[in-house]
């Protein structure tokens, strides 16, 4: 049978000929065909058909002239057109199967929307309990405070009020919480200062967080200011001078203003007794923490130094009669012009003007027997 498509379609159409033509009219001729022209061409269309089904129509355009435009060759098969019919079921299939489909989907989303609503209120209403947590904490933290202050103050009901939102007031200059201010506060009650000199005190105290090296809270700020204030007698108008040097020190060495205001507590007490002001004792142990980089070592040994060298006036103490020895064969006073024992911070800087004078025994003696270390050299240390 195919070889009978061939014969009619060799007779019928000559394909050949037809690419040439259309080759030829290419090179040669240039077609403009206007919708008019278009409409009144004329087609001759002849179809060829197999015994399988196969066609092929051959097409043929003139325009109303009858001069030749072009030709197209087609083939159809039936099988195709088979195929394509059933493909096209299955299609419809397909589609209708989509359809539910789509419609079990949109069930999906419309469950799945509902459910999305339902997580969006628990959303909302956690994120609220969250809000509502963060808005009441500090309420909480605060009416602790308040607390504290009423178990130490003489303050309640309108006029405790009016005090906490002063201190509120005076917190809000250097950028403290009414809490903060409390806090401070409360520290200076409970050592004895009226409430109108805790609240100053308490602006001094948050005024110190602010500028200190390391982070301190309220009570750390307030109780390094109380505890210089107690031991050198210093009243609430010298709680800036006490911040300030330590501030100033901090700028000009290399030593921490925190570190200072943590331990310089630990040996005022014991140097205060001794005659020595809050600038003395600030500045050996700026000079001590210079060298040691700690001020609790350096606290802990000016406490030492200062207990011994108290020995100096007891005759009893064979310590304290190695060193009046020493300090008088070495020309220097430990008593004043009245008699009475010169504060550490003086003898110790008449000592370090001979010190580069002494012998490597004699520093070791001395430092054996002031601040109570070993002689490294037993048999061979120096003694007078």
């Not at 209708?96 to 969006?120: C, H, I, Y």
């Not at 050592?191 to 110190?208: C, K």
């Not at 005759?315 to 300090?327: N, P």
């Amino acid at each position: 049978m195919a070889d009978n498509f061939q014969l009619n379609l060799e007779a019928k159409v000559d394909v050949s000929a037809i690419r040439k033509q259309l080759k030829e009219v290419s090179k040669t001729t240039k077609i403009s065909i206007d919708s008019e022209g278009v409409q009144k061409a004329v087609q001759n269309v002849t179809k060829f058909k197999d015994a399988v089904g196969n066609t092929t129509t051959v097409t043929q355009k003139f325009d109303k002239e009858g001069k030749y435009l072009n030709t197209t060759l087609s083939q159809t098969s039936k099988i195709a057109k088979d195929t394509t019919k059933e493909v096209k079921n299955v299609g419809n299939a397909v589609d209708d199967t989509g359809k539910q489909a789509m419609t079990l989907g949109e069930r999906f989303t419309a469950a799945g929307r509902k459910l999305q609503s339902v997580n969006g209120i628990f959303q909302a209403l956690k994120n609220a309990a969250v809000t509502f947590e963060q808005t009441l904490q500090p309420l909480l933290e605060f009416e602790d405070s308040l607390t504290e202050l009423k178990k130490v103050s003489d303050l309640s009901g309108e006029s405790l009020d009016e005090y906490t939102k002063k201190l509120g007031q005076m917190g809000q200059e250097v950028g403290k919480s009414r809490k903060e201010m409390t806090d401070a506060a409360t520290e200076f009650v409970k050592s004895g200062f009226s409430e109108e000199d805790s609240a100053e005190l308490a602006r001094v105290a948050t005024l110190y967080m602010n500028i200190a090296d390391e982070e301190l809270d309220a009570g750390e700020a307030a109780n390094f200011i109380i505890s210089q204030m107690k031991a050198f007698n210093l009243t609430a108008q010298d709680a800036m001078h006490i911040i300030d040097s330590v501030n100033e020190i901090s700028n000009r060495t290399a030593v921490s203003s925190a570190d200072l205001a943590t331990n310089i507590g630990k040996a005022s007490a014991a140097l205060a007794v001794g005659g020595n002001t809050y600038e003395d004792v600030l500045s050996l142990m700026t000079a001590g923490v210079e060298v040691t980089r700690s001020g609790a070592k350096v606290s802990r040994a000016l406490v030492s130094v200062q207990s011994r060298y108290n020995q100096t006036i007891d005759e009893t103490s064979s310590t304290g009669q190695k060193l009046v020895k020493w300090y008088k064969e070495h020309n220097i006073a430990i008593k004043d012009q009245e008699g009475n024992q010169r504060k550490l911070y003086d003898t110790l800087a008449d000592v370090s003007k001979i010190w580069n004078q002494l012998s490597k025994d004699e520093q070791l003696y001395y430092l054996n027997i002031q601040a109570g270390g070993l002689c490294p050299f037993k048999v061979n240390c120096w003694k007078p």
